[in-house]
T-cell receptor, first 114, second 115 residues
Framework: EAQVTQNPRYLITVTGKKLTVTCSQN?????MSWYRQDPGLGLRQIYY???????DKGDVPEGYKVSRKEKRNFPLILESPSPNQTSLYFC?????????????FGAGTRLSVL | GENVEQHPSTLSVQEGDSAVIKCTYS??????FPWYKQELGKRPQLIID?????GEKKDQRIAVTLNKTAKHFSLHITETQPEDSAVYFC??????????????FGQGTILTVHP
């Protein structure tokens, strides 16, 4: 089954404690992206990657890191989480050719930073 | 960078009525405009999109129109049904070649369709 898998789905942590949210896709997609969703602000892109070892900043990259060492994985790293990073996070992936228009989203990760 | 404004933030209609959601964008280089639907507790899903070389696109009860000169695009849902109730997001990007990179979303519209 084609899917984008995020883990964990729910996470409660404390300020300053490094964490990683994993994202994996099994569709051989080149493009992957991370978004955060906050009420009234919609979806805001954090980082995106066009392929292995190619990443670029979205609209709200501050406080986040990403890496793309393998095509299927695109982890989101919060080195020192702060309460303003409490949010719902989505990972997404798509092809770069053919049906590239369709972004497949993961189920989301709800993060609370205390 | 790109800025996308979406209105209204909430929209309430009776079943069978039409619903219209409008978005404006700032970057004239943007050439691809997708719309996503997010049901409560679910992930966003693409429902329709339009490229800048097309003025209108229709898919059954939903349609999207684009006015490049005014830099705005709209989602039209006709004969609304309760299952259309969801949050709708517009987005804009400069899809160079075959893929987008930086994708900017609007703030979202909560559509409620009353039976």
């Amino acid at each position: 089954e084609a899917q984008v898998t995020q883990n964990p789905r729910y996470l409660i942590t404390v300020t300053g404690k490094k964490l990683t949210v994993t994202c994996s896709q099994n569709m051989n997609h080149e493009y992957m992206s991370w978004y955060r969703q906050d009420p009234g602000l919609g979806l805001r892109q954090i980082y995106y990657s066009m392929n292995v070892e190619v990443t670029d900043k979205g609209d709200v990259p501050e406080g986040y890191k990403v890496s793309r060492k393998e095509k299927r994985n695109f982890p989101l790293i919060l080195e020192s989480p702060s309460p303003n990073q409490t949010s719902l996070y989505f990972c997404a992936s798509s092809l770069r050719t053919g049906e590239w228009r369709i972004q497949y989203f993961g189920a989301g990760t709800r993060l609370s930073v205390l | 960078g790109e800025n996308v404004e979406q209105h209204p933030s909430t929209l309430s209609v009776q079943e069978g009525d039409s619903a219209v959601i409008k978005c404006t964008y700032s970057d004239s280089a943007s050439n691809y405009f997708p719309w996503y639907k997010q049901e409560l507790g679910k992930r966003p899903q693409l429902i329709i999109d339009i490229r800048s070389n097309v003025g209108e696109k229709k898919d059954q009860r939903i349609a999207v129109t684009l006015n490049k000169t005014a830099k705005h695009f709209s989602l039209h849902i006709t004969e609304t049904q309760p299952e259309d109730s969801a949050v709708y997001f517009c987005a804009a990007t400069n899809a160079g070649g075959t893929s987008y990179g930086k994708l900017t979303f609007g703030q979202g519209t909560i559509l409620t369709v009353h039976p």
